[in-house]
């Protein structure tokens, strides 16, 4: 027979193990079974009816073969009862409130073993239950996944073992810290009690969620089916004008643009995503303390009882257990944080050996292997020749000689003392997840999404950094020294469309935007850069070109029209001092991101035949943060009060982000003209002061100290007076404003540029163009 793909050898598994713990076959059936479907072989005769009943699953995926009547329905039903009787089992869990377990500590160390131990579940331990062994050029799995394996049988006890209920071809997709999986009916509750479970075992305190449910086979392909077949909503129904037009219908079907689209509308909506949307609603019900049936309560999380008179660890929420004198700072340490500070240790080293310290404090858990974020990327530098010359250099700097920054201190000394934090959250994800009717659907776009997100990423860190001298260190304990090279960067986390970076601060816009411009590139299947090894199969551009790109970007310069990406990247920014609190860095950079995604979210206007024309693209909102005590509140109020100010009936808004892509890109263009024109820092700081005093004033002393500049004006005008500051309603020049005729306001980039002129830095490097959105025709 045909080799069939993995979600229908995942179906075939389900079905022939049964509705009961116990197999309704012997296993040794089973396992002859699932070796012949994955090598086109015949299966065992007991089992052959297993493969009549996938056939006629895998044929509902077309459309055509969809029933459009109740009738047509029940007859399926009748000529195929498998389809109505059996039962698959869908689980979805993960870990939830990553951000509060991975920046409660304020050491870089800590950070780093906190996201490298969910990392480890996530990708592999839950993985490592369905027999999973996970590929690297780095590290061998096999003993650990053993480990996980036994911990699952001696934990949930059945016979024969749970391990043994469960094939690899049953995930769907197990990244971004969350697993969505089928399994046979009967493990249901224990296979998300499990996950649950080895989350709290390994973390202590990390929060952890996962929910499951039992469905007919046929409802995974068309969706939801009430247990009375008669009374199912169905497509005769739906076509009721009074019915598609029914406000409660429209939120779950959503809004017809036609009545001829009733049809389409309603096959693509009663798919798998009704399945996987059930989930999700369950989810959210158990993580906010609802009680499961059947299941242990997840209403009290983990809690470690502190004493007055016992010392707290460093994060001063739990008892410390240990005192470790021989390590630098003498630290006091909680049973939660030596693992943090355990597995942080394994993640920069890569060094597998107990260290010394553990050894003595004597603690039997062991962190298992840890790749780091630094591992990977160095394995895409491998398998990539141009980025890794890009990033070590013609003369291949010697990797052994790289060290890797042990605190944010030492990360600040490649940048003036500044870094800044990254990040990204992909945008539109659930709207394009809506669209999704087939579980195998659900594993190529997780696979397209999580390999895109990585590959960004690295490419971005490869041709905006290279290793750093570290300069004006003063750590005696430390291995580090000045002189030493450093990976300048922190990866805390890349998972499915989330990214937490920390970098140098004189590049963190650029990394921004070749995150968001690679993102959007790579789906579309145009890399310009060749990456390896990559494949991306999905259809993610839209079916129009986008005709009039400028009606969503305030610089003058034409753009040219062109394919969008459905998915892209919102970024936030924070550029701050070293020293700023990392509990308050995480505070506003996600107040940053969420500024971000709501621009994107309003890119949008009707054209003239009344039909909404949406702008997909990729935002960045970033705010320079020189002292902590700079903002009182958030970011938002902040800007609502110090930078927007009324002067002789004109609304004046001093800052201009959030910005598009392509915006970023001008405005970066805008901050080199300036650096290179060696504008005095006293007459930039001056202009920004007379920002506040009014249009005409700040104008009329930008054009006096323009003029008096000794080089680059034609630079300035062309790059910044150009672009941004042509009036709308004339030839005229406004620099350095800019009108916004739909709020009615000036605004400027000016004081942004200012605030960035000191940190942000531009090399001569040059590397491939990577967004043609931004070409003008």
């Not at 895998?58 to 389809?83: A, H, R």
């Not at 075992?201 to 995974?220: D, M, P, Y």
């Not at 034409?558 to 920014?573: D, R």
């Not at 930039?684 to 680059?712: C, D, I, M, P, W």
Request: with cysteine; glycine share 4%; net charge neutral.
């Amino acid at each position: 027979m045909d080799k069939i793909s993995s979600i229908s050898i995942a179906i075939a598994w389900c079905l022939a193990w049964g509705d009961e713990k116990k197999p309704q076959h012997n296993l040794s059936v089973l396992q002859k079974m699932y070796q012949a479907l994955k090598n086109g072989e015949q299966v065992p005769e007991e089992v052959s009816f297993v493969i009549d009943a996938v056939r006629q699953w895998e044929k509902l995926k077309k459309p055509e073969n969809f029933p459009n009547t109740l009738d047509n329905l029940k007859q399926l039903i009748e000529k195929y009862p498998i389809l109505w009787e059996s039962k698959i089992g869908l689980v979805y869990g993960g870990a939830t409130k990553i951000k509060q377990y991975v920046f409660e500590e304020s050491k870089l160390p800590d950070i780093r073993g906190a996201s490298g131990l969910l990392d480890r579940i996530n990708l592999v331990d839950l993985p490592a239950f369905f027999n999973v062994i996970p590929q690297s050029s780095n590290c061998n799995y096999s003993i650990q996944c053993q480990e996980v394996r036994k911990w699952l049988n001696d934990n949930f006890d059945n016979e024969p073992n749970f391990s043994d209920a469960l094939i690899p071809e049953l995930i769907i997709y197990s990244t971004g810290g969350n697993i969505l999986a089928f399994c046979p009916a009967a493990f249901v509750n224990d296979l998300a009690n499990a996950i649950e479970k080895r989350y709290t075992e390994e973390t202590l305190t990390a929060n952890s969620c996962a929910v499951g449910e039992k469905f007919r086979l046929i409802e995974t392909r068309l969706g939801l089916l009430k247990n009375n077949i008669d009374e199912t909503f169905w497509l005769e129904k739906y076509q009721q004008e009074e019915v598609y037009k029914n406000p409660l219908v429209q939120a779950c079907f959503g809004k017809l643009i036609e009545v001829s689209q009733t049809i389409e509308n309603f096959i693509k909506h009663k798919s798998f995503n009704e399945l996987t949307t059930k989930l999700a609603i369950h989810f959210n019900q158990r993580r906010s303390g609802n009680d499961s049936e059947n299941r242990p309560s997840r209403r009290y999380p983990p809690m470690f009882e502190t004493h007055p008179y016992i010392r707290r660890d460093e994060s001063d929420k739990r008892s410390s257990i240990t005192h470790l004198t021989h390590l630098a700072g003498q630290p006091y340490l909680s049973e939660t944080l030596i693992r943090k500070r355990r597995v942080g240790d394994r993640a920069k080293t890569g060094d597998y050996r107990t260290p010394k310290w553990y050894q003595e404090s004597g603690f039997k858990w062991e962190a298992g292997i840890i790749e780091g974020w630094l591992d990977k990327f160095e394995d895409f530098l491998a398998n990539n020749s141009e980025q890794s010359q890009a990033y070590y250099g013609i003369n291949n700097t010697q990797k052994k000689e790289i060290k890797i920054p042990q605190s944010l201190t030492q990360l600040s000394k490649v940048s003036q003392g500044y870094i800044a934090y990254i990040y990204a959250d992909g945008n539109n994800m659930g709207g394009f997840i809506q669209n999704i009717r087939t579980p195998e659907k659900y594993q190529e776009f997780s696979k397209d999404v999580e390999n895109t997100t990585k590959y960004a990423v690295y490419q971005a860190l490869a041709y905006n950094l290279c290793p750093r001298k570290i300069q004006g260190i003063t750590e005696p304990e430390s291995n580090i020294q000045d002189g030493d090279l450093i990976h300048p960067f922190e990866i805390i986390t890349i998972g499915g469309d989330d990214i937490l970076l920390i970098v140098p601060a004189d590049k963190a816009l650029q990394i921004a935007k070749m995150i968001g411009e690679q993102f959007e590139k790579i789906l579309l299947e145009e890399p310009e850069i060749s990456i390896s090894p990559i494949k991306i199969i999905g259809d993610y551009n839209t079916e129009e070109k986008l005709a009039e790109p400028n009606k969503f970007h305030r610089f003058s310069q034409q753009v040219a029209g062109h394919h969008q990406c459905k998915l892209s990247i919102s970024s936030g920014v924070l550029i701050t001092a070293y020293s700023t609190p990392i509990y308050y860095a995480e505070y506003l950079t996600n107040q940053l991101i969420k500024s971000a995604k709501k621009y994107a979210n309003l890119l949008k206007y009707t054209d003239e035949k009344n039909q909404e024309i949406i702008y997909y693209g990729g935002t960045v909102d970033f705010f320079t943060m020189k002292s902590v005590t700079m903002i009182s509140s958030n970011i938002e109020e902040f800007r609502k009060q110090a930078l927007n100010i009324e002067s002789r009936g004109a609304k004046l808004k001093l800052y201009t982000a959030p910005y598009t892509l392509p915006e970023l890109n001008k405005f970066l263009q805008s901050l080199q003209a300036l650096k290179e024109a060696e504008f005095p820092k006293s007459q930039l700081y001056q202009v920004r002061s007379f920002l506040e005093r009014g249009k005409r004033t700040a104008s009329l002393n930008y054009y006096y100290f323009r003029h008096r500049l000794k080089k680059g004006q034609p630079a300035l005008e062309a790059d910044f007076e150009n672009i941004w500051c042509l009036a709308k309603t004339n030839k005229g020049n406004i620099a350095p404003w800019m009108y916004d005729i739909k709020e009615e306001q000036y605004e400027t980039i000016w004081r942004e540029m200012v605030d960035l002129f000191d940190l942000i830095e531009f090399s001569d490097t040059k590397y491939p163009q990577l967004s043609s959105m931004e070409t003008a025709p």
